[in-house]
């Protein structure tokens, strides 16, 4: 395996990730720079939809296909259980107080690990992708760019709502994508993976991402909202999520 190719490949990794998530965080400091609770209830809502679907329409199905049910299910209960003890060990309040700031914080440093975790896997996707074929590469390269967007927004919000300044705030948001470029380098280098490993670890991540969108994304949602908004926002970001998961 050429160096040259594994550095560009590697570099490529990085520039999906990072422009994904941290695009999505840019976005989201954008339209939140004058937040109201119908807009912050839309744009939580429209987060967790988009998590809801990619979890239904991309890791699971993904995990399914490498390595069968049990090893998708195995990875699934156990990012739920590993979130759902962190979720005991971090002080946890549902109801809003003087510690919302604090709330949002940690479920912004939640999604941000859950989606650092799972950028590995689908890095070492683009990597054995472009061991393949630079077709395929580029086409799983421009598929995870777009879905690590809302992912972003979802993390930058919930930082945002937790009191972190915007530019810090962009800047973690494009972090969380760098482990794609981590897993990139390690998909060019072997080719492939572990089809037992590759498949816990999407797995994994759709267990974690599941919880923190069912523990806080969603309550939180509908507790800001107005009317329907966060309802609205979770149905349009599922519509969108299922678009993404369709057309890749």
Known sequence: MALEFVIRVTAIGLFAGAIGTGGGGFISYCLLRKPNTTLLSTVLGFSAGVMLA?????????????????????????????????????????????????RFRK????????????????????????ASSISFGAGIALMMTMQNIPEGMAMATAMYMGGLGGRRVVLLATLAGVPMGIGALIGAVVGAVSPSLLSLALSFAAGAMLYITCDELIPDAQELSRGHSATLGIIIGVLVGVILGVSS
């Not at 993904?62 to 962190?86: F, N, Q, R």
């Not at 440093?109 to 799972?118: T, V």
């Open 107 to 130: 479920v912004g440093i939640l999604l941000g690990i859950g989606i650092a975790l799972h950028n590995i896997p689908e890095g070492l996707a683009i990597g054995a992708g472009y």
């Open 54 to 102: 990619i979890v239904f329409m991309d890791l699971l199905p993904e995990s399914i296909l490498i390595a069968g049910h049990w090893h998708a299910l195995v990875g699934l209960l156990a990012g739920i259980g590993v979130l759902m003890l962190l979720d005991l060990l971090l002080p946890h309040h549902h109801h809003y107080s003087r510690d919302r700031q604090f």
